[in-house]
């Protein structure tokens, strides 16, 4: 419940003109009580990075018998997801850690955890000969993370690409990640690549 509210008051208050006692009152709980589960607004407001960063940055497991355009596609999708239904208190994340060294150092943990992943997978696939073996897998990773990342801050965050919807996004990062990686049109059907 504590949390709940926090994110609430967090997104609308922001961060540094919410109170302890404003957490309390929207979670109808004495003001007190607050302390037996945290010992700071501070903490609290970790506390819901490590849980939304934690869903942002972890792509759902991809269907059973996808080709590697679908998985893709389906990590490009749940990233979009999870940044337009957390685009509030995101906003809000990137405003705190420009003065709060124990969230930038938990948001760039898990940015850098979520890039040896992308990392891992471009690896694989050009140990399967998917993608091109010229390709830094570390920097070709980033870059391409980083590609998504603006795209959605810009369509849910910033409000700046209103003109795409989320599959239309998720179809064209898919587009550019595999044809920057070298992956060619045969991974997906005629129908995904003129969509």
Not at 39 to 66: C, H, M, N, R, Y
Not at 136 to 158: C, H, N, P
Not at 185 to 195: C, E, G, I, N, Q
Request: aromatic fraction near 8%; charge should be negative.
């Amino acid at each position: 419940m504590l949390l709940d509210a926090a994110r609430a008051v967090f997104e609308r208050e922001g961060f540094l003109h919410t109170r302890i006692s404003d957490i309390c009152d929207e979670a109808k709980m004495a003001h007190g009580s607050f302390y037996t589960y945290f010992s700071s607004k501070e903490e609290i407001f970790q506390e819901l990075i490590d849980s939304i960063e934690l869903d942002v940055l972890t792509p759902e497991a991809s269907p059973a018998g996808a080709d590697p355009f679908e998985r893709i596609k389906s990590a490009n999708r749940h990233y979009l997801e999870a940044v337009r239904d957390n685009a509030g208190i995101l906003a809000l994340i990137e405003q705190v850690v420009t003065f709060d060294e124990d969230a930038r150092r938990t948001r760039d943990k898990r940015e850098s955890a979520y890039a040896e992943i992308l990392e891992r997978r471009t690896r694989e696939y050009q140990d399967a000969g998917l993608v091109d073996p010229r390709l830094d897998a570390s920097f070709a990773a980033r870059s391409l993370g980083a590609m998504v990342d603006a795209v959605a801050v810009s369509m849910f965050i910033d409000g700046r690409s209103a003109d795409y919807d989320l599959e239309q996004a998720a179809e064209q990062l898919t587009l550019l990640w595999t044809n920057a990686l070298g992956m060619g049109p045969d991974l997906a059907s005629s129908d995904d690549r003129t969509s």
